[in-house]
């Protein structure tokens, strides 16, 4: 009868050793996949911020040609100012598309312009902002997979019940805005036609 007592409490113990190290370990998986999507999410944001920061420039090297296009200038500015205070990922998403429509009607003004397509000042920050475009892509990317893999985790059984007990929410996909598959339009005919 002491051995069996014995060989059950061992056995519990053991039961309880094996199920406090899944538990440590699907938590310290959750933590891992979290901060993952985080350090994705910083990535957008740093690109984001990129774009922002050269969009100025841009702005004021387009503007010395093209002084009476102030209303794209003052639509571009809003945009970046809307992109800058945007919080959550989704405000983030909608901001972003504003800016990338608003980027594209600024670009188009400057086919108007075979002056200010050959500055090189001109040059480089489109070459610079083409760049930051791509590397926005890349993040977003990388953002979503990052968000796709945390998400299967926290609702894959059994560690959805670590994740339902421990707080880790579901993720927002960075999704782009209804009608960005629609290319902008573009209107090359000179003003007052």
Do not use: C
């Not at 102030?70 to 972003?96: C, H, P, Y």
């Amino acid at each position: 009868m002491k051995y069996r007592a014995t060989t059950t409490i061992f056995a519990m113990a053991v039961i309880l050793v094996m199920l406090s190290v899944y538990a440590f370990g699907g938590y310290n998986g959750l933590v891992t996949a979290e901060e993952d999507v985080n350090s994705k999410w910083s990535q957008v944001e740093n690109q984001l911020q990129r774009r922002a920061d050269l969009i100025p420039n841009l702005v004021e090297t387009v503007r010395g040609y093209a002084a009476h296009e102030q209303e794209i200038f003052t639509e571009v500015t809003r945009a970046r100012e809307k992109l800058i205070g945007a919080g959550s990922v989704a405000e983030k998403a909608q901001a972003e598309a504003e800016l990338s429509s608003a980027l594209s009607r600024l670009l188009a003004i400057v086919e108007n312009y075979p002056n200010l397509k050959a500055d090189a000042n001109f040059r480089q920050l489109a070459d610079e902002l083409a760049g930051t475009e791509n590397r926005i892509a890349v993040a977003r990317m990388d953002y979503n997979n990052a968000v796709q893999r945390y998400n299967s985790k926290i609702r894959s059984f059994p560690t959805i019940i670590i994740a339902r007990f421990m707080g880790f929410d579901k993720k927002e996909y960075f999704k782009a805005e209804e009608g960005a598959l629609q290319a902008p339009k573009v209107d090359f005919g000179k003003k007052g036609d």
